[in-house]
């Protein structure tokens, strides 16, 4: 974990892809310290959570705090393991961190996320799509490294 005094907002987006649970673990061992505040941020499709979506409005859901991380493992974000490890880290470290969900499209909405959150930088993983799968389906991480503000990093599993 590295080590400094200056307090960061970090967001880290997640989906269930194991493509995003290795760079949640690449961001604990390299990114994260002691007191950062973290915002694990999940983009849902509008039509997979209406409700929701219609009850939170384009701003996201309200912040989950990380003892109430069962709503993620609801919404197949996080499985249990991940949940323990960023309990006993942000315990050992003195690190908030929160969840909150959004619905649209998730280029969008990690933008407006970062945005919201005044974000120091964004953690994402990458599918790693070639080229011609990248051209035809468009890429989230293409997208965001073009539009956040603030920088990006982009963790491949090897």
Not at 90 to 118: F, L, M, T, W
Request: with cysteine; proline share 4%.
């Amino acid at each position: 974990m590295a080590e400094s005094s200056a307090q960061r907002h970090i967001v880290i987006a997640l989906d269930s892809s194991d493509h995003a649970k290795y760079a949640l673990d690449w961001a604990i061992e390299n990114v994260i310290r002691s007191g950062d505040n973290v915002v694990l941020l999940s983009v849902a499709q509008k039509d997979e959570y209406e409700g929701q979506a219609a009850l939170w409005g384009s701003k996201g859901s309200p912040y989950i705090p990380l003892v109430e991380f069962d709503i993620l493992k609801k919404y197949h974000l996080l499985d249990h393991a991940a949940i323990e490890k960023l309990q006993k880290v942000s315990k050992q470290n003195n690190i908030e961190v929160v969840g909150q969900i959004h619905y649209g499209d998730p280029r969008d909405k990690v933008v407006e996320a970062c945005q919201q959150v005044a974000a120091d930088l964004l953690v994402l993983g990458s599918r790693g799509l070639g080229s011609v799968k990248r051209v035809l389906l468009g890429s989230v991480s293409t997208y965001v490294v073009a539009n956040a503000p603030c920088p990006v990093t982009v963790v491949k599993k090897p």
